[in-house]
């Protein structure tokens, strides 16, 4: 899928997204140093900002390293689900930022405490990454693969990372649940992720063909929905910045939750394109727009 291609599924699929309230114009920045003094914290989407794939955005390190320096709050917050949060902050140490765990928001956590409320629901299936181990999560799980048999055997289904799910196993998925409709969790509901190569497709454009082909609305834990927002410690009279790459997750989502908001565009799912058109159809507007932070 490309960008043009995720844009137009998002807005298909929009109705299901938050509401918000957005600018009435729009305002270009060369660097996030323009807006330091009108924000005390600054809330980071990885993908697309700090990092594509593996590897850092040049600069974005230091860029977070002189907002720390400035007195401003620094946060991430991501919908990668794949990795725990001390994998998480091993990781963006590994890239050169100097995150704390508590600086560190994922929608993982937010999904697991999702699940920790749904006492009804007492065997679940996960769909991870291939590095994920059963005793990261303080539940007994089944990995779904390619077994039929696994899907029909549980109450619920938890989706953490696409890495390795393929259109059989989400045959199968859809299947199962039009036989036996069931919870289903998506901890990213991301369609896409920019990686080196381009775009991979993400939990969330699985979970809205289940919603399309079987009628079960998935629970959609991240990005832009409020629940992982509202993990964000900051006080209500805080002036928080959300800056991300993509509309609507980043921008929306911040939006919803009554932050200002800074598109970045030279990384993420826009890298290489105007990004103007996409911000005229969805009316999406950011308050600020910007290259590279």
């Avoid at 918000?20 to 914290?41: G, H, W």
């Avoid at 991430?76 to 725990?84: C, D, G, I, K, Y």
């Avoid at 991870?128 to 539940?139: C, G, I, L, T, W």
């Avoid at 929905?225 to 790459?245: L, N, Q």
Wanted: charged share 20%; aromatic share 8%; glycine share 10%.
């Amino acid at each position: 899928m490309d960008a043009k291609g995720a844009f137009e599924r998002y807005e298909q699929v929009r109705g299901r997204l938050p509401h918000a309230e957005f600018p009435t114009r729009l305002r270009r920045i060369v660097s996030l140093l323009d807006i330091a003094d009108q924000a005390d914290v600054f809330v980071f989407d990885a993908y697309g900002v700090l990092n594509v794939g593996e590897g850092a955005i040049a600069g974005a390190a230091a860029r977070v390293a002189g907002l720390r320096a400035l007195g401003k709050r620094v946060f991430v917050l991501s919908n990668s689900a794949s990795h725990t949060k001390a994998q998480m902050v091993a990781r963006f140490a590994g890239l050169g930022f100097d995150f704390t765990a508590s600086e560190i928001i994922c929608s993982r956590d937010a999904a697991l405490d999702h699940v920790a409320g749904m006492a009804d629901v007492r065997r679940w299936a996960v769909i991870a990454p291939a590095h994920f181990k059963p005793s990261e999560v303080p539940f007994k799980v089944v990995v779904l693969g390619d077994d039929p048999a696994a899907y029909d055997a549980v109450d619920g289904f938890l989706f953490l990372g696409a890495a390795l799910w393929t259109a059989a196993r989400q045959t199968m998925l859809v299947a199962s649940l039009q036989t036996s409709p069931r919870p289903v969790v998506i901890a990213n509901p991301d369609l896409v992720a920019p990686r080196e190569t381009g775009l991979s497709l993400d939990p969330g454009f699985y979970g809205h063909m289940i919603a399309d082909e079987t009628g079960v609305m998935p629970i959609f834990l991240g990005k832009p929905f409020a629940p992982v927002f509202e993990r964000v410690p900051v006080e209500p009279s805080a002036r928080v910045v959300m800056v991300g790459d993509t509309l609507h997750t980043d921008i929306l989502g911040g939006a919803a939750q009554g932050w200002k908001t800074v598109l970045v565009t030279d990384h993420g799912l826009f890298a290489g394109l105007d990004v103007a058109p996409f911000i005229a159809a969805s009316g999406i507007v950011p308050d600020w727009q910007l290259g590279s932070i």
